[in-house]
């Protein structure tokens, strides 16, 4: 079956200019999660989605993220006034819920911005 | 604060040896410890996961290790092939907790020379 769908796959863009970044889950799976992942470094937790519960935003670095996600479809991550630090992969994952927890994270293929 | 340490940031190790990657942690909430594997180009994958009771589990040629009372556990990749050459991130969550927010360490490069 399809995977995390994440999209565009690499995006430039200039200091300043706000960007938009896509990723469709699994079908299915009422959780999703955006990570942050700078380069050669560890996934830094962003943001995640739970069905129509309130989402969990501890992990925004700023009020310059924001992120939306329509019931339990697609999700946007918005930056606004992107700024050279913001470079990274973005990466998406969804999940199922387990009986008892432990679901494990699905992971798209993630969207590589580039902030000149 | 990093609440997942690991160690060490890249090994080299010949194709047929061992490879060990070592992570401590801090939050003793902390009950759910997956490895994750993330290949150039291309989205982690959840590898093994183990939880605090038991100490070893064992999947092919992956292992993990636990130790409670240290607050560490290490992945052991044996008879190391060239296709086990990613980076391997290793995480901790807490299991019953509604999703599964990982921490993730920082990620060890691993090679594998043939």
């Known amino acids: 079956g399809a995977g995390v769908s994440q999209s565009p796959s690499n995006k430039v863009t200039e200091k300043g200019k706000d960007v938009e970044l896509r990723c469709d889950p699994i079908?299915?799976?009422?959780?999703l999660y955006w990570y942050r992942q700078r380069l050669g470094q560890g996934l830094e937790f962003l943001i995640y989605?739970?069905?129509?519960?309130?989402?969990?935003k501890s992990g925004l670095p700023s009020d310059r993220f924001s992120a939306e996600r329509t019931g339990e479809s697609v999700s946007t991550l918005t930056i606004q006034r992107t700024q050279q630090e913001d470079s990274a992969v973005y990466l998406c994952?969804?999940?199922?819920?387990?009986?008892?927890?432990?679901?494990?994270?699905?992971f798209g293929n993630g969207t590589r911005l580039t902030v000149t | 604060q990093q609440q997942v340490k690991q160690s060490p940031q890249s090994l080299i190790v010949q194709k047929g040896g061992i490879s060990i990657i070592n992570c401590a942690y801090e939050?003793?909430?902390?009950?759910?410890f997956p490895w994750y594997q993330q290949f150039p180009g291309k989205g982690p994958a959840l590898l093994i996961a183990?939880?605090?009771?038991?100490s070893e589990k064992k999947e092919g040629r992956f292992t993990i290790s636990f130790n409670k009372s240290a607050k560490q556990f290490s992945l052991h990749i044996m008879d190391s092939q060239p296709g086990d050459s990613a980076t391997y991130f290793c995480?901790?969550?807490?299991?019953?907790?509604?999703?599964?927010?990982?921490?993730f360490g920082g990620g060890t490069r691993v090679l594998v020379k043939p």
């Open positions: 079908s299915g799976h009422t959780a």
């Open positions: 989605f739970q069905g129509n519960s309130a989402p969990d």
């Open positions: 994952a969804s999940s199922s819920p387990r009986i008892g927890g432990g679901s494990p994270l699905h």
């Open positions: 183990i939880r605090p009771d038991v």
């Open positions: 995480a901790a969550s807490m299991y019953g907790a509604a999703g599964n927010k990982l921490t």
């Open positions: 939050n003793t909430a902390f009950d759910y």
